[in-house]
């Protein structure tokens, strides 16, 4: 028998490859081995806690171009931040193969891919009669599939996903191990003999009737239901969903009521883009954004004259649509022509289900039916959710398909320690932070409602043992009556930790900085923060802030006129409270009244206690100052008659608002019709502040003459725009007179008004402003916990520009 001889020449190499980033459970190691046949490499490749290592050696010229393929052509789903490279011994490297080697177990550095949507090849197989899979529910390759909501640990190996109980068939096992298929150590495949099962049931426990319509499978039965008016509650990728047909008014008031979600919009999905385009306007960047691998939710204008039912969007004038997001959706969703209702299965308020049991004990009461499966949730997670703002896709939602993907920050925070940044009250996400890489969590929503605040602190665990993540330091918000904050201080204490408590819009700021790369050394720059509230370094409420900033500190420059939250959170709720406090700071009652008194206003203010309301006000009793934008708009929208008595869901008010602006107003109606402000300066301190008092003369002037309320709601957006700019001009000069600021952050969750927004940002470059805005990270309070753990890291950093926090 003749001995094998491996001849190597005197030019071959040798390298120890890190690489850093998405890059577990994407195909990157069948990747390498594919490459590595190509130019004749020997060595192998595993899975680590920081990501993937290879060892590899060949010829110089071929392990050159290994490199350069594997760095510009990585596999779909991969995102590669770091590769480094060390020379090795020859020796270190024997045998003559390349081969894919088990997992490595160390220190958690590499981040967890997100889930993501049918990739067009398994999207092919599901529909193809003569393919294995053809109609499997459960279907995925290393391109696409369930990542984060199966995943329990790291690395990303099959035994750490709930997937673990399935043993693969030998079909499956094939493919698995075959180099040269898409399925090639791809953790969650499966197929009809040996993986997961779906089925439809009767939630009432009854059994369920088959019909001769309900031809193939429970995706037709599924699809026969909704035909038949009917509810059902299905299982997705991140928890259970309510579903129904979304052209039929009378399911859709049904589900709302027994959801217990009055006027809040609801998601749809359709089957592809044409199905969407019935119905709505979809450009470019919004078609790409729908057939992207996160497929989310994205939020486009509709078609006036085709319309769904109505109680899907009351009030607006956009659809928040998706495509599927599974297999099982494509399947359930072939014959449909038109959309579903696609919504979280859970009532308002609560974290939806993601326990078989636990659907069919608290969903019961909405819907007629179920479809449930066997393949666990190890992460409950909701949909993402996008809009197109002056032509850049900004995500308002950060979740499924783009969570927990890591955010590296900027220049100088290299070296950051461990810190744990909690969060916010609303749209809450939390962040960990470590060697200068963010990983901020996926939306968890309002922690007020007890189960979501349970959920908040599953999702903390979790995400802390897969990232082996163990704080230096934790950071919190200001307020002191946020849950998060609370939980905060309460782990700090019981940890020994240091606290750091971060001001509300500061982290706005912060956030912004980040997602824009401003390195930790950078100048002082302005900064437009506007949202509902946040705590204030005064003990006020503050939300309407003009700030010179960088992440060590900051110093508020101007806000809006501080106006009483009539009845505090009652405001909120009840936005007449805040034009009635409007209307009193700016001119009384008796002058309102002499020049007003026609008005339905004036008639719905006479049937208030106003007697009461007036010794609130002049007594401070439950009416905290607030210079909040937001709440200036549910003044002005209560004015107009827009849910001037309450409002269902946050923000209702101004989304109404916004929905009603007549276009032809704002491009061509002469500027001197903008509703107009003031910049005075306050007594107390001298620092400028917006003052509404013309605006509510011209809107109370535009009632009488009974101007259409989308030209109200144009002139006011416009008029709020322009003041708005005139402070950052007042604000861009520095008190010795030499020099100017140039750039400018805008942030906050009023600026998710596209009117509004897109004033602002074209009016400031107009100016030869830079303006920094959010495109990856929510602007609203989804964005937060980034920029506390920014500003927590600056602080600890000796390389920070400190500039002093204070307010004037």
């Known amino acids: 028998m003749m001995e094998t001889v491996t001849v190597r020449t005197s030019n071959e190499q040798a390298f120890n490859i890190q690489v850093s980033g ?50 510009h052509n990585p596999p779909p789903l991969a995102k590669i931040t770091e590769i480094f490279t060390m020379a090795i011994s020859l020796s270190e490297i024997p045998g003559g193969t390349f081969v894919i080697a088990g997992s490595n177990k160390s220190a958690v550095l590499t981040g967890i891919v997100p889930d993501a949507a049918p990739c067009p090849e398994c999207v092919k197989e599901i529909l193809d009669p003569f393919a294995r899979r053809y109609r499997y529910p459960f279907t995925n390759c290393t391109h696409c599939g369930p990542r984060l909501t199966i995943q329990e640990g790291i690395p990303y190996d099959r035994s750490s996903t709930t997937l673990k109980e399935f043993s693969l068939c030998e079909a499956c096992l094939k493919e698995y191990h075959d180099p040269q298929d898409r399925r090639f150590h791809a953790q969650p495949i499966a197929c009809h003999a040996c993986g997961p099962k779906v089925w439809l049931e009767r939630i009432d426990g009854k059994p369920l009737a088959v019909h001769s319509d309900m031809k193939l499978d429970e995706a037709d039965a599924v699809c026969s239901l909704f035909r038949k008016g009917h509810i059902l509650a299905i299982k997705g990728l991140g928890g259970f969903q309510l579903a129904c047909d979304a052209t039929q008014e009378e399911t859709v008031r ?32 919004e078609a790409e954004l729908l057939q992207s691998a996160a497929a989310p939710i994205v939020i486009l204008k509709r078609h006036p004259e085709m319309t769904l039912a109505p109680g899907v969007a009351p009030g607006m004038s956009t659809y928040g649509c998706m495509l599927p997001n599974s297999p099982l959706h494509h399947l359930i969703l072939r014959c449909m022509t038109h959309p579903i209702v696609l919504t979280s299965g859970n009532h308002a308020g609560e974290p939806q289900w993601i326990d078989n049991d636990q659907a069919n004990v608290h969903l019961k009461d909405i819907a007629e039916f179920v479809v449930l499966h066997d393949r666990g949730i190890a992460q409950r997670i909701d949909d993402s959710v996008v809009k197109v703002m002056d032509q850049v896709p900004r995500v308002l939602r950060r979740s499924r398909g783009y969570a927990p993907s890591p955010i590296w920050l900027p220049s100088g925070f290299e070296h950051s320690p461990a810190i744990l940044a909690m969060g916010g009250e609303l749209k809450n996400t939390f962040c960990l932070l470590k060697d200068g890489q963010a990983l901020l969590s996926h939306h968890i929503g309002d922690l ?107 110093t508020r420059l101007g806000s809006f006129k501080p106006v009483p939250m009539l009845g505090g959170t009652q405001a909120i709720k009840e936005p007449w409270r805040n034009t009635y406090a409007h209307v009193m700071a700016e001119m009384g009652w008796a002058e309102f009244a002499m020049n007003y008194s026609d008005l339905p206003l004036f008639d719905l203010f006479e049937r208030k206690p106003r007697m009461m309301l007036d010794r609130m006000l002049s007594h401070g009793i439950n009416s905290p100052l607030a210079s909040s934008c937001g709440r200036l708009f549910d003044a002005a929208a209560a004015a107009m008659g827009i849910c001037t008595e309450q409002v269902l869901h946050e923000g209702q008010a101004a989304m109404e608002m916004e929905a009603l602006v007549d276009d032809e107003t704002i491009r061509h109606e002469d500027e001197s019709l903008a509703y107009p402000f003031s910049i005075p300066r306050l007594k107390s301190s001298g620092m400028p502040y917006v003052e509404p008092l013309g605006m509510w003369q011209a809107l109370l002037g535009d009632l009488i003459l009974h101007t259409p309320v989308p030209v109200m709601a144009a002139r006011f957006h416009k008029g709020l725009a322009n003041v708005i700019c ?46 920094l805005s959010h495109k990856q990270v929510p602007m609203n309070d989804g964005g937060i916990a980034l920029g506390q753990a920014a500003i927590a890291a600056a602080r600890s950093l000796p390389e920070t520009n400190k500039v002093r926090s204070t307010c004037v």
Not at 254 to 283: N, T, W
Not at 456 to 477: G, M
Not at 754 to 762: I, R, S, T
């Open 22 to 71: 998405l890059v577990q459970g994407v195909g990157f190691r069948p990747k390498v081995w594919q490459l590595a046949q190509r130019f004749d490499l020997r060595g192998h490749v595993s899975n680590n806690g920081n990501g993937v290592q290879i060892l590899v050696a060949g010829e110089e010229d071929n392990l050159r171009h290994f490199i350069h393929d594997l760095t």
């Open 254 to 285: 049904r589900l709302r009521a027994l959801k217990q979600r009055e006027g809040k919009p609801l998601a749809l999905m359709a089957r592809d883009l044409e199905a969407i385009r019935r119905y709505c306007v979809v450009g470019e960047r």
């Open 448 to 554: 007020e409602d007890s189960l979501t605040y349970a959920d908040y602190q599953r999702a903390l665990s979790h995400y802390q043992r897969l990232f082996e993540h163990s704080p230096d330091s934790i950071a919190v918000d200001l307020h002191p009556e946020y849950l998060s904050s609370k939980l905060g201080r309460a782990q700090a204490n019981g940890s020994h930790l240091p606290i750091l408590e971060i001001q509300h819009h500061h982290a706005h700021f912060a956030a912004c900085l980040v997602e824009n790369g401003v390195r930790l050394t950078t100048e002082p720059v302005l900064g437009v923060i506007l949202d509902g509230l946040g705590y204030g370094e005064d003990g006020t409420i503050w939300g309407g802030e003009f700030l010179l900033a960088d992440y060590g500190g900051f």
């Open 726 to 771: 005139s402070m950052v001009t007042q604000c861009s000069h520095p008190p010795d007179g030499h020099g100017r600021h140039h750039t400018v952050v805008l942030s906050g969750g009023v600026f998710q008004n596209q009117v509004l927004f897109e004033l602002v940002k074209h009016k400031l470059e107009a100016e030869e402003f830079t303006v």
